[in-house]
């Protein structure tokens, strides 16, 4: 539930309303606007619902209680109106910014990742991607070079002033990799593992959250939530195609969900056009169209030999792609600034 403090209620009155909300056995959380500020209470209240809500209804200062009817509470805007706008080594995403992230999808030389580094940060890349730990839908497919890769990654971040962001596959691997790495990404295949959810979530590192190959948006949203509720408020959100039908894209793109989640919630939304396609010819256009209609930014998939890569060379740029891309990026960004795209 939602309870809304009349403009000009006092700061007595607030706490007072906190240490009812917690006396009641559940968990404020305050929101303080220009205006007025907002508790939002989340907690099993179960049939003590309506008594809770009229008991916090009469105390000095408060305007109004609303029951949220959305199961996920601290990631949607009636509780957080706001938008999240997440600050990691000089670059912010969210709040009108343009994140592009870019890089390999598996880190596999120290060479490949210090080439495709110089080229992305020379094109305007905001941060760099590379992942170490890959989750692969084969066991004979290459796993990736574990902390051999993060240590490239950081090499990497030396070099450019690039911001990194890599994969954690697992609880084991989070304490370690949030030691080295700026943002740890959770995996499409991992969105409902919900020890892995808590594990980031006890992190301070911003944490981008893939949409599951299924889910829907309230699922991914709940799974957001196990995140924000074991503490870190800093999630990003990344669409990246789901499982439909179709089959000449890897995936299909749902982009629907940009302005749908900016409604939702407050949380960044990202979109990454490379798994979403599976084709490096449709990535330009889907990213295009990602930021024409309001995404926070884009994931990239780059690699300076495509052909030779050790995963997911068919719907990765080259670097010359990428830098060609990355002007048009801004551009459209530039132009859609100010418009209409989110409907709230
Ligand atoms: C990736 O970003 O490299 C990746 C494995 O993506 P996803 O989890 O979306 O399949
Ligand atoms: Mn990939």
């Known amino acids: 539930m939602l309870v809304v403090m009349s ?11 906190v240490r009812h909300i917690e006396a009641d056995g559940l968990t404020p959380h305050e929101s303080r606007g220009e205006q007025r500020v907002v508790i939002g209470v989340v907690g099993d209240v179960g049939l003590r619902k309506e008594q809770v809500m009229s008991h916090l209804a009469v105390l000095p200062g408060v305007d109004s209680v609303t029951p949220i009817s959305k199961p996920f509470k601290l990631t949607s805007r009636d509780f957080h109106p706001a938008d999240t706008v997440i ?10 910014s343009l994140t592009l992230m870019a890089g390999p999808c598996s880190v596999e030389s120290r060479d490949q990742m210090l080439r495709t580094a110089d080229a992305v940060a020379a094109a305007g890349a905001t941060i760099l991607r590379g992942g170490a730990f890959k989750p692969r839908t084969s066991p004979y497919s290459f796993q990736g ?57 006890r992190t301070e590192r911003p944490v981008m959250l893939k949409r599951g190959l299924s889910a829907t948006i309230e699922e991914w949203l709940m799974a957001a939530e196990y995140i924000v509720s074991s503490g870190n408020p800093n999630v990003i959100l990344c669409e990246r195609g789901i499982r439909t039908f179709e089959t000449y894209t890897r995936n299909t793109l749902d982009l629907a969900a940009v302005p749908l989640l900016h409604r939702l919630t407050h949380l960044p939304v990202i979109v990454d056009p490379s798994h979403a396609t599976g084709k490096r010819w449709l990535v330009p256009p889907m990213a295009l169209a990602a930021v024409a209609g309001g995404a926070d930014g884009v994931m990239v998939e ?43």
């Open 7 to 17: 403009v000009g209620a006092t700061e007595e009155q607030v706490q007072e309303v």
């Open 302 to 344: 780059v690699h300076p030999d495509p052909d030779d890569a050790l995963s997911d060379g068919e719907q990765s740029l080259t670097l010359e792609q990428f830098s060609d891309l990355a002007p048009l990026l801004r551009q459209i960004h530039g132009e859609v600034a100010g418009m209409a795209t989110r409907p709230r």
């Open 87 to 96: 600050s990691v080594a000089g670059t912010t995403i969210g709040g009108g």
């Open 145 to 201: 070079l574990g902390m051999d890769g993060v240590r490239f990654l950081v090499e990497a971040r030396e070099r450019t002033g690039l911001p990194i962001i890599t994969e954690v596959m697992e609880p084991s691997q989070v304490e370690i990799v949030a030691l080295h790495a700026d943002i740890l990404q959770v995996g499409a295949r991992n969105m409902q593992n919900y020890s892995l959810l808590m594990a980031v979530g």
